[in-house]
Structures are given as structure tokens and as C-alpha cells.
């Protein structure tokens, strides 16, 4: 109709047969009628356009109002979870969190920390080495004189408070209790006048948020040649309460985390006057804790990839 040949045109077209002074009240009246033409069959086919959707719609069950299909959401690794907690916590209480490399140098990894070539605790560590002599890091320790020296050198004196969670490596056989790929939180406070009491305290605080009850704690000898003296730190049991249990192999107490007072070459290393300065530290191993927090009884699962494990840990709001 509104072709080139459509009736419509023709009509608006007529216009050149009427005489000059007609012409533009017959334009004026031809264009109003082609665009009313034009409205009416618009509205028509948007009509016709919706009764032929309802139609199809009534035909099948497909339902407009239901939501479409959800993203699927990722969820965050156990290992995460604790570690973010633990990060919150400790720098809630002034600690700052460090960084260090996980391909190490053998200085760092053992002679700063007192340990050196021909010293017999080398041995328990079975250490990756790299053809080029450096190593994967066996611990986050090193950090401890990499931090230390990083501050000498820009001329800060303590109070430092730091903490370095990060990946280890070591060469072991893999089994229920043992990973070759593991995750520690490494702690260390120097300041004047440091103690055993601040270890304790500082231990009870970061265990009772983490582990979400009241802990006791108690100390047993534990040698690493970078602390004197040197700690075994265990907490009561929380699968029985301390009366004894497969998990705690009926002692009541759960061995967590290895301490001690920084041993004072360690701070010589670090650039720090060991006469005027005392420290702290600690070494969580990450996977033990959220394997007590969600009891969980074997540690190959972190490093399994199965998503079932890992998709079972909802993280806590914040
Ligand atoms: N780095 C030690 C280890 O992995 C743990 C430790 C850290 C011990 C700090 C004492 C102080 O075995």
C-alpha cells in the first residue's frame, strides 16, 4: 500500500494534477491520512505480534516468570578461609603481613636461621633442591631475616610485628598426615623486654578465635636451632576435651604449633642489637588447624582437586 506503486503514494502523488493554489492544502490533508494509515497498521501488527506469542506460549510450558539458570558460584579453598581469619585477627592486633620468595636461597633457608651446612636438623627437612642451588622453601622462616634486614637497611629499629603466611615445600612420602606442598603462618614480634608470657598470650588469643572455644595450652621442650628456648605449643584436645581419644592418641592434647624466643644470632643476622632487643615466633602449619576446626582426618584432600571437598566450606561472613 505504501510502495512505490501503493495506492497511498499514488494519492499523496496526485498532488502535481491540482492546480498550483490547492497544492498545499490537499499536501497538508494527504500526509495527516498516510500517517494515521500508517499508526493504524502498526498498532495492528503489534496485536497481531502478541496474540501470535500468547498462542505459542499456551502451547508449550515454558514459564517467563521462572529466574534462569544461576552462575554456578566458586567457594573458597578451607586453607583460605582459616588463612583470611587468621590474617584479620593479627593485624587486628598490629601485625603486618609479609611476603616472602617460595624458590629460596640455602642462606636464608638455613645458615641465617642458624642452621648451618654440616648442623644435623638440616636432616629433617627434606628440602627440594633446584639445579642452580637455590631450594623450594622448607618453611616460611626465612622471611623472619629477610623482613629484618629489609627494615635494617632502611633504618627502622624494632617493635616489628610481623606475619608471613605462605607455601612450603618438602620432599616427603605423602600420607594421611604428611604433604610434599603445605601452608604455614610464620609469626614474629621483636621489641625490648619480649616473653614467654606475650608467646603464650598471643598463642591462647589467635587458637581460641580460630579454633572458636576457650583453649588451654602448655608448653613442651622443642628444638629449632633459630629459637632458644624452643617450643612444642599443644592445646587441649577438641574432640574429647582433654579425656583422651583417637584423634589425640588418648593424651588429651593436640601438638600445634612449634615456637620459641628468637635465638639472638638470629636477630644479628636480622641487623637487630640482640643485646637491647628479645622476640618471639611461631610457626603454623595452616593445614593442621582447619583439619581441627572442620575435623578433617586426612590432609591429602587439600591438595586432592576433588571438588566435592573443597566446595563443602561455606565461608563465614565477616
Ligand atoms: N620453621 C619451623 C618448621 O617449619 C617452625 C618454627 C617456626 C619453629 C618458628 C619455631 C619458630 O619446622
Redesign the pocket.
Known amino acids: 500500500m505504501f510502495g512505490a506503486k501503493g495506492e497511498v503514494l499514488d494519492f499523496v502523488r496526485s498532488v502535481t494534477s491540482l492546480p498550483k493554489e490547492d497544492r498545499p492544502a490537499f499536501g497538508k490533508h494527504a500526509n495527516a491520512i498516510k500517517q494515521e494509515v500508517e499508526q493504524a497498521l502498526a498498532t495492528r501488527r503489534e496485536a497481531f505480534a502478541q496474540a501470535e506469542l500468547q498462542r505459542e506460549l499456551a502451547a508449550t510450558d515454558f514459564d517467563p516468570t521462572e529466574p534462569g539458570p544461576r552462575p554456578a558460584r566458586g567457594a573458597l579453598h578451607p586453607i583460605t578461609i582459616v588463612q583470611n581469619e587468621l590474617v584479620d585477627l593479627f593485624t587486628s592486633m598490629g601485625f603486618v603481613w609479609e611476603d616472602g620468595p617460595e624458590i629460596e636461597s640455602e642462606y636464608y633457608n638455613f645458615d641465617a636461621l642458624n642452621i648451618p651446612g654440616d648442623h644435623p636438623a638440616r636432616e629433617s627437612q627434606d628440602t627440594f633442591w633446584l639445579s642452580d642451588g637455590n631450594l623450594l622453601r622448607?618453611?616460611?622462616?626465612p622471611v623472619q631475616v629477610r623482613t629484618m634486614q629489609r627494615l635494617a637497611k632502611n633504618g627502622f629499629q624494632p617493635p616489628l610485628k610481623v606475619i608471613v603466611p605462605g607455601r612450603c615445600f618438602r620432599c616427603e612420602t605423602v600420607d594421611k598426615s604428611h604433604e610434599h606442598t603445605f601452608y604455614?603462618m610464620?609469626g614474629l614480634v621483636v621489641d625490648r623486654d619480649v616473653s614467654v608470657a606475650n608467646l603464650i598470650h598471643t598463642m591462647k588469643t589467635c587458637l581460641r578465635v580460630i579454633l572458636e572455644r576457650d583453649v588451654q595450652v602448655r608448653l613442651r621442650p622443642g628444638f629449632?636451632p633459630?629459637?632458644e628456648p624452643?617450643f612444642e605449643l599443644d592445646v587441649n584436645c577438641p574432640f574429647c576435651s582433654g579425656k583422651g581419644c583417637s584423634v589425640c592418641k588418648q593424651s588429651g592434647w593436640i601438638e600445634i604449633l612449634?615456637?620459641?624466643m628468637v635465638h639472638p644470632n638470629v636477630l644479628r643476622q636480622g641487623g637487630i642489637d640482640a643485646e637491647q632487643y628479645t622476640g618471639f615466633?611461631?610457626?603454623m602449619g595452616l593445614q593442621r588447624v582447619v583439619m581441627l576446626r572442620y575435623g578433617i582426618d586426612d590432609i591429602r584432600q587439600f591438595m586432592g582437586g576433588d571438588l566435592r571437598f573443597a566446595s563443602q566450606f561455606p565461608e563465614v561472613p565477616r
Request: proline share 6%; with cysteine.
Open positions: 622448607t618453611h616460611t622462616s604455614q610464620e629449632f633459630f629459637v624452643g612449634p615456637c620459641g615466633a611461631f610457626g
